[in-house]
T-cell receptor
Framework: SQTIHQWPATLVQPVGSPLSLECTVE??????LYWYRQAAGRGLQLLFY??????ISSEVPQNLSASRPQDRQFILSSKKLLLSDSGFYLC??????????FGQGTRLTVV | AQRVTQPEKLLSVFKGAPVELKCNYS??????LFWYVQYSRQRLQLLLR??SRESIKGFTADLNKGETSFHLKKPFAQEEDSAMYYC??????????FGAGTRLFVKA
């Protein structure tokens, strides 16, 4: 079965600092990978998805970017964090039956 | 537009009472719907999918295409059912969209 590793679990960063959140997947090859942001009252918002190495689709315009340097690695980045980037970020992959598997998430607080 | 709506942010019921978490969707194609659950300190995970027509932990959900609904139901709520529940729609194109979530609180 698929396993998603996501780190760090919590992160406190100052405004204007860079960001790098990493997600790796085990137990599958060539997975579809996703970054979601979970905000109170707004559910899970899809930020990016990737169907292969170097292939990134952005769902919403924002201060963040994503990269997929390896088949089972998905990175969420920012050059300069904003206060509004605070939230809970989830990495996910989709199984062959379209079921989504999620990582434990990263709680990002921008101060 | 593709959309999933969960009208209740919080639902509080007593143990043993029936519970229904509402979900409505908007999708022009043939929908593939899911319910995901997040228990305290655990990762978000699949609870059930409409294709399977299964009962998981006593929960069932029936797809009603006429009403574009996929409500989650359980006849007798248990305290361990307290969690955050998300309704989700797979839209094809590799994407799944989620509702805003409903927090279920089962009181003793």
């Amino acid at each position: 079965s698929q396993t998603i590793h996501q780190w760090p679990a919590t992160l406190v960063q100052p405004v204007g600092s860079p960001l790098s959140l990493e997600c790796t997947v085990e137990g599958t090859s060539n997975p579809n990978l996703y970054w979601y942001r979970q905000a109170a009252g707004r559910g899970l918002q899809l930020l990016f998805y990737s169907v292969g190495i170097g292939q990134i689709s952005s769902e919403v315009p924002q201060n963040l970017s994503a990269s997929r340097p390896q088949d089972r690695q998905f990175i969420l980045s920012s050059k300069k964090l904003l206060l509004s980037d605070s939230g809970f970020y989830l990495c996910a992959t989709a199984g062959s039956n379209t079921e989504a598997f999620f990582g434990q998430g990263t709680r990002l607080t921008v101060v | 537009a593709q959309r999933v709506t969960q009208p209740e942010k919080l639902l509080s019921v007593f143990k043993g009472a029936p519970v229904e978490l509402k979900c409505n969707y908007s999708y022009s194609g043939s929908p593939e719907l899911f319910w995901y659950v997040q228990y305290s300190r655990q990762r978000l995970q699949l609870l059930l999918r409409h294709i399977s027509r299964e009962s998981i932990k006593g929960f069932t959900a029936d797809l009603n295409k006429g009403e574009t609904s996929f409500h989650l139901k359980k006849p007798f709520a248990q305290e361990e059912d307290s969690a955050m529940y998300y309704c989700a729609l797979y839209t094809g194109g590799f994407k799944t969209i989620f509702g805003a979530g409903t927090r279920l609180f089962v009181k003793a």
